[in-house]
């Protein structure tokens, strides 16, 4: 069931909405009520989940388990990993991007131990 509203938008938004629902064929009023649902998550505090964070060094003949953490991500696995790898690189560490043969994704392993993998460089001091 739905509740009609009047919404007064500046004329900025309102442009950029039409544009966005022209290209994409969707209505304006299902893009607000996706935008209202994400501000309540976001609110709410539902969007969130803590997982294990695993930094792993890759070199080039071996891979070795560096650190791992606990970190609060958001629920939505691509948007978890950018958090995650922008969590290690404040630690000091150099991420390897996935287009430079890094490996940084989200796990699914049985019983539900997920965790992110965040693949880094060698520290040039050891």
Known sequence: MYEPI?????????????????????????????????FMEAKEGTTMRKIEVVVIEAGVDYMDRLESFELEVSADESRAIEEAIAEVEARGYTVIPDDQGGCNEYVSVSGGEDYIAVTVAPSMVK
């Open 6 to 38: 009047h919404v007064r938008i500046t004329k900025k938004q309102y442009e950029w909405l039409r544009r966005y629902c022209f290209e994409n064929r969707v209505a304006q009023a299902e893009v607000i009520r996706e935008a209202l649902e994400m």
